[in-house]
């Protein structure tokens, strides 16, 4: 089952700084082994946005239904 | 037309208004004071823009701004506020924006004699930013030339979009001529894009070398940097582009120089001896030298009106040709005489300096001169 | 238009360290301007020099990267011969401050229509670290390497007290009050100011012993705060939202009633 949003990951401009994964309230982000962040657990993205707006590379775009309609 | 007496500053103001500047920022500064009061009077009156900023930093800095959105603008100053304006004169000169300099040249160094004339900004004005760079300055020795030159300065200035300096000084500025305000014949406006804003590259050159810069706000989105760009205008660290547009930004102006370049020269065909000189030692130097033609002395003068880009080949044909002694009278230690010493040799060159805050009267000149022809 | 669009594509990824602040002050900015839906034509961007000030290559307006500390004097050009256009500056807390802090009290005293966002990392980054005037009191810096002697600015009360019409501050660990911050600063017609926090992990973290980015950002979140009763925090927030003449409408006026109007 694919969850209400998307957590879309651009490693061409991911710079590996880890701030999403610690704003990330749901561990929905994790570490791959060079650093970058990947989705671990799409499932649990309840689509805040603040791994996107913590992003300082604009790596991250949240898509699907907004919070609050 | 009827001529009006008028200052040489007030003449400055009138000549920038009539080639049509809309924007002017500058600070107070003895003795160049005149031209920002009259823009403040007038400027508003024609629907245009005189602020008085907090420093010159910022006056040529709001200038360039102004500039960039398609504005005629400039600023005054004089000797200490020439020096400050300098960071951002080689701003004006690296991102090819065109930009009016008034430097009213008083005694230096530092706050030096303020209100006394001086020529000692002449390298200052061609040097005084740090990096290879162009510049185009012109030097009126009367109130006429400095209405005329006003223009041209507008000119230049919009034709190869590079910071244009009027060198003016104490003299000139404070001094009142009949003059005649006439309409001015031409006035360039700078070049338009060709291309659409999609293909559009500001800093792409035909052979003219020159930018056709879109004024800002009208759909022409681009970057303006003081850091070594491209054709794009964006930064760029490769070597290519470094040398590339140095070079151009240079050749831009030299490769016109014939153009650029103006200047009188009175008897000189026969000359022993050519008195040369710009601004105000011009009218001492031509009383001098008149004079001595009619006792049948072979003294001829050239009249530089561009100082820069430095007039080399007609001086270095002139020498060639007469093998006279050139006499260099300024008001300075040397400036003009060691630039001239790059295509004159240095024992042909005599100078005439004084840097007491006096003008450089006829007969201080003239006895140089009688000393030459024996 | 979502904010995105507002990027710059082929110049990204940007020149900023992993972890640096300047992103996400740059993110809250675009959204800012993507919920107010600027058009990109009518907008220019003016910064000075910086890493901060790096950050007019990136968005897709009018974008001129001018002197160190001078940005503000090339957009009071711009603004006061197009009043239409909306100009904002991008400025660090030195290119503001220091060698740009007569700019900034004159521009505020003037209460011309700008917005400015100074991103403030309490140090000069490009220069790797040397102390900025809004650098703390005994913070380390590569030229404060016994500690910095100096007493900074409040750059709130600075702006306040040189006549800044709009003056809020936010952080880059407040993502949203920072966009907010920045947005009613550009809905708003005179001299604004937003100060945004934001973390250089590279040198001032480094020099002061923060740690990584995520510690800094953590730092941040916990020593200031959105509160109206900030205690011994950082107020984030609005402080000043008044209404005086704005200098562009004076000077209109002004250029009316000498002119006639012509
Ligand atoms: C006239 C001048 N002086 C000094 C410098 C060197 N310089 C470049 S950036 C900078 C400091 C930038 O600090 P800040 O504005 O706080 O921006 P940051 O890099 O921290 O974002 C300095 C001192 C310069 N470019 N020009
Ligand atoms: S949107 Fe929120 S929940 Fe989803 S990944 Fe980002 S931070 Fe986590
Ligand atoms: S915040 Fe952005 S740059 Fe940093 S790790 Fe996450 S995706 Fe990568
Ligand atoms: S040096 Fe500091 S301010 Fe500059 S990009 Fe790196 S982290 Fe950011």
Request: aromatic share 8%; hydrophobic share 40%; net charge neutral.
């Amino acid at each position: 089952m694919s969850g209400r949003f998307q957590v879309e990951i651009d490693p061409a401009y991911c710079k590996a700084c880890r701030l999403c994964i610690q704003v990330c309230p749901k561990k929905v982000l994790a570490q791959r082994a060079d650093g970058k962040a990947i989705v671990e657990n799409p499932d649990d993205c309840i689509g805040c946005q603040l791994c996107e707006w913590h992003c300082p590379d604009f790596a991250i775009t949240i898509k699907g239904e907004k919070k609050n309609g | 037309m009827a001529k009006q007496l008028v200052q040489g500053n007030e003449a400055c103001v009138e000549a920038a208004i009539a080639a049509g500047v809309s924007f002017f920022a500058g600070y107070p500064i003895t003795p160049s004071t005149e031209i920002a009061e009259k823009m403040a009077e007038k400027l508003p009156a024609k629907g245009k823009v005189f602020i008085q900023m907090e420093d010159e930093i910022a006056s040529m800095a709001a200038i360039i701004g102004a500039s960039l959105t398609g504005a005629k603008s400039m600023t005054a100053t004089s000797g200490p506020g020439f020096s400050l304006m300098q960071e951002n004169i080689g701003y004006a000169a690296m991102t090819e924006v065109p930009v009016v300099v008034v430097n009213v040249q008083r005694g230096g160094p530092s706050t030096g004699t303020p209100t006394l004339p001086s020529q000692g900004d002449m390298m200052q004005a061609r040097w005084g930013t740090h990096g290879d760079h162009p510049v185009i300055a012109l030097a009126p020795s009367s109130v006429q030339e400095t209405y005329d030159l006003t223009f041209e300065a507008f000119n230049l200035s919009e034709k190869y979009m590079v910071p244009v300096v009027l060198l003016m000084d104490e003299i000139v500025g404070h001094m009142r001529e009949g003059i005649e305000l006439y309409k001015p014949e031409k006035i360039i406006d700078r070049r338009k894009p060709v291309q659409s804003p999609e293909e559009y590259l500001p800093y792409q050159t035909d052979d003219s070398l020159i930018p056709a810069l879109a004024p800002f706000g009208q759909g022409y989105r681009y970057h303006v940097t003081g850091l070594i760009h491209d054709e794009t205008g964006f930064p760029s660290n490769s070597p290519k582009v470094i040398e590339g547009l140095v070079e151009r930004i240079n050749k831009k102006i030299d490769k016109h120089a014939d153009e650029i370049i103006t200047y009188n020269s009175f008897d000189v065909d026969d000359a022993d001896v050519v008195l040369l000189a710009y601004g105000s030692p011009v009218r001492s130097a031509r009383q001098v030298q008149q004079a001595a033609r009619q006792e049948g002395l072979k003294v001829g003068l050239v009249q530089m009106i561009t100082v820069w880009p430095f007039p080399h080949k007609v001086l270095s044909q002139l020498y060639r040709q007469t093998e006279a002694t050139f006499i260099v009278p300024e008001l300075s230690l040397g400036q003009l005489a060691d630039e001239l010493s790059k295509s004159v040799p240095r024992e042909k060159i005599l100078r005439v300096n004084r840097n007491d805050g006096s003008l450089i009267t006829p007969a201080q000149l003239d006895a140089v001169v009688r000393e030459a022809v024996r | 238009m979502n904010y995105k669009n507002y990027l710059r594509w082929n110049k990204l990824p940007h020149i900023w360290c992993p972890g640096c602040g300047h992103g996400i002050v740059l993110g809250a900015f675009l959204r800012a301007v993507a919920q107010r839906e600027l058009n990109k034509d009518d907008v220019a961007v003016v910064s000075g020099i910086g890493c901060s000030s790096r950050a007019a290559g990136y968005v897709d307006f009018n974008t001129l990267h001018t002197a160190h500390g001078r940005a503000i004097p090339f957009a009071t050009g711009i603004k006061l011969s197009r009043p239409d256009m909306k100009v904002i500056v991008l400025t660090g807390d030195g290119d503001a401050t220091a060698i740009g802090g007569n700019h900034f009290i004159h521009a505020a005293r003037r209460n011309l229509d700008l917005t400015v966002i100074v991103f403030n990392n309490n140090i000069y980054g490009m220069t790797s670290g040397q102390f900025s005037p809004m650098t703390p009191h005994i913070n380390f810096a590569t030229t404060a390497p016994h500690g910095n002697f100096d007493y900074p600015f409040d750059l709130v009360e600075l702006a306040k007290g040189a006549g800044a019409t709009y003056v809020a501050r936010g952080a880059a660990a407040y993502p949203r009050q920072l966009e907010k911050a920045i947005g009613q600063g550009l809905d708003h017609e005179g001299f604004s100011v937003i100060e945004a926090m934001s973390q250089c992990p590279t040198y001032y973290g480094r020099k002061n012993k923060m740690g990584t980015a995520e510690q800094m950002l953590k730092w941040q979140k916990e020593n200031a705060t959105v509160s109206s009763n900030p205690g011994e925090k950082i107020p984030l927030g609005v402080f000043v939202q008044v209404e005086r003449p704005e200098y562009t409408k004076l000077t209109g006026q002004f250029i009316d009633s000498v002119s006639g109007g012509k």
